[in-house]
């Protein structure tokens, strides 16, 4: 056997060996794992789902750019509490939540979610009063789901390309152009 035979070969088989590892992942990343089919969420209710819907909407309302809801913002922290929140920690979100139920009901005899738009700011409003009268580490709800509201809207499809000025490909494009005058090569 010549050298040219044994390269030939030897690719054969590692062309053979890389198409078998690829044509497997192709097929098993078709499958669903049961994981990933079962995740639906952190377990708030419906109706909590609702109600964060229009807390986000109040932080980011639609005007000449959409909203917190168009862009599914309660989707998201739905998803956030299933995978990033502890047991504790989405227990004390869920409760938190509450607050808005109770100041619309101490005010309007209603729920949150059942309030007209200016009722619905009022509350909003309180409850940033109530967060900002705090003196100590006690825990509150609304850094978190002010924080979850604008990551999530700003990190939607949404967001990013209709909010925000969206460049897929930042920067001028220049073919040739002498290193002196950019100061180097850029990493990206």
């Known amino acids: 056997m010549n ?5 030939k070969q030897s690719t054969i088989f590692a062309g ?4 078998a590892g690829t044509i497997s992942a192709i097929f098993s990343s078709c499958e669903t794992a049961e994981s ?17 819907a229009d807390v986000a909407e109040r932080i980011i309302p639609k005007s000449d750019t959409p909203g917190a809801k168009d862009a599914k913002v309660h989707e998201f922290i739905d998803k956030q509490v299933a995978l ?6 989405s227990s004390m979100f869920a409760n938190g939540l509450e607050l808005f139920d109770t100041r619309s009901s101490d ?8 309030l007209t738009d200016s009722e619905k700011d009022n509350v909003l409003t309180a409850v940033v009063d109530d967060f900002k009268a705090i003196t100590d580490d006690t825990p509150h709800i609304w850094p978190t789901i002010k924080g979850l509201v604008v990551t999530g809207f700003f990190t939607s499809e949404v967001g990013a390309t209709e909010a925000l000025v969206y460049d897929p490909i930042p920067g001028e494009w220049v073919g040739c152009v ?6 180097g090569l850029y990493a990206l």
């Not at 053979?16 to 198409?19: D, K, P």
């Not at 990933?36 to 964060?52: M, P």
């Not at 990033?84 to 920690?89: G, V, Y």
């Open 36 to 52: 990933v089919a079962d995740l639906k969420g952190s377990g708030l209710s419906q109706a909590q789902l609702d109600l964060i």
């Open 84 to 89: 990033n929140f502890t047991d504790e920690e």
């Open 3 to 7: 050298r040219r035979d044994i390269l």
């Open 107 to 114: 005010e309007y005899g209603k729920s949150f979610v059942e």
């Open 16 to 19: 053979a060996a890389l198409s």
């Open 178 to 183: 002498d290193l002196s005058e950019v100061g």
